[in-house]
């Protein structure tokens, strides 16, 4: 495992002023509107950006201070972003090895390496395909495999996901979760997904105009939202976990949902779910499959031009969205006894850490 990573960086020009520390094996989601500074870290850490002042250091090792600079190829760190950069005159075994060859490893460790990550993002069958001759997730995954072949201390994700379909994106978002998993490297991502937090990250800084504004926990950051973009990005029902083979096991309540790819019997899950897919009911309702809780209504608040009615469901707090006549209708003040209904279509179950 690799040691941790601790940082100062200053950057007038885009405006950039952090500092943070970051344990041995972690995953870091770093959050924040367009503009906040978030891919301006990430290329300051890879050495693509020269910073006003910085203090840079894994371990022992320092990569940045007042005199010293290491060039980014000799940093050990590797950065991934939305657009796979694969070389396209060389073949995806080519792709893989460079990184490996390029740190001069002896020839038997680059092939063991190559065929390891091959092996892990499944693109074996691919070896001697070019990119022009990929789809865009298998692209991606190429790209994850020759980050990872070159063992990096420090892992940078710069919205992996971003530029692919659903599908492509979830696949590819348990698989990277399976690779983070062995804890060999520190890794820094940045998301505008909350599905990208809570199903990968440890820990996740906030940010806005260039600063870090709030960190912790994911859920922690997301139960306490310390700006707008927090606020939206929280706007999902969490309810957390162990996965029961056809249900979430959670806090004094069972959801029935949809299990991404990386859900496993017996390991913690997320189960997430919007508020406008919430039914609210004063009585216990009939109809077809799906989930249904009890609870009393702990507040109404204004949500846009609609109503937000945060109901306490055991030790569960689960919001519904609604337009003001069906509160008026339903008769919702605090501590209105409601049923809520969601089907088991509109959640989904996330893989995560904790």
Known sequence: MT??????????????????????????AVLGPNGAGKSSVLNLLAG??????????????????????????RRSVALLSQQARLFPHMTVRQNIAFA???ARVGRAEVRRRTDEWMRAVDVVDLADRKPAQLSGGQA????????????????????PFAALDV?????????????????????LFVTHDIVDAVSLADTAFVMAGGRIVDRGPVRDVLANPVNDFAARLAGLNLVGGT????????????????PVDGVRTGAPVLAAFAPRSVAVYRDDPHGSPRNVFAGSVAQVVP??????????????????ELTWPAVSDLGLVAGSPVHLAV???????????T
Do not use: M, N
């Open 167 to 187: 599908d492509v994106a979830a696949r590819l978002r348990a698989l990277v979760g399976d690779v983070l998993t062995d804890r060999r490297r520190i890794t």
């Open 343 to 353: 089907k088991a279509s509109e959640v989904v179950v996330y893989p995560t850490t």
């Open 48 to 73: 693509l950006l020269r910073p006003d002042s910085a203090t840079v250091r894994v371990g022992d090792r320092v990569l940045v201070d007042d005199a010293t600079f290491v060039a980014p190829h």
């Open 3 to 28: 040691a941790g990573l601790s940082a100062t960086l200053r950057l007038r020009v885009p405006a950039v002023d952090v500092e943070f520390e970051v344990p041995a094996g972690a995953t870091v």
């Open 303 to 320: 949500h846009g031009d609609r109503a937000l009615a945060r109901v306490d469901c055991g030790a569960t707090t689960i919001s519904a």
């Open 243 to 258: 996965w029961q083979s056809d249900h979430v096991a959670g806090d004094g309540i069972a959801v029935i949902g949809e």
């Open 100 to 102: 490996p060859s390029a």
């Open 140 to 159: 991606q995954r190429v790209a994850v495999a020759r980050a990872l072949a070159a063992d990096p201390a420090v892992l940078l994700l710069d919205e």
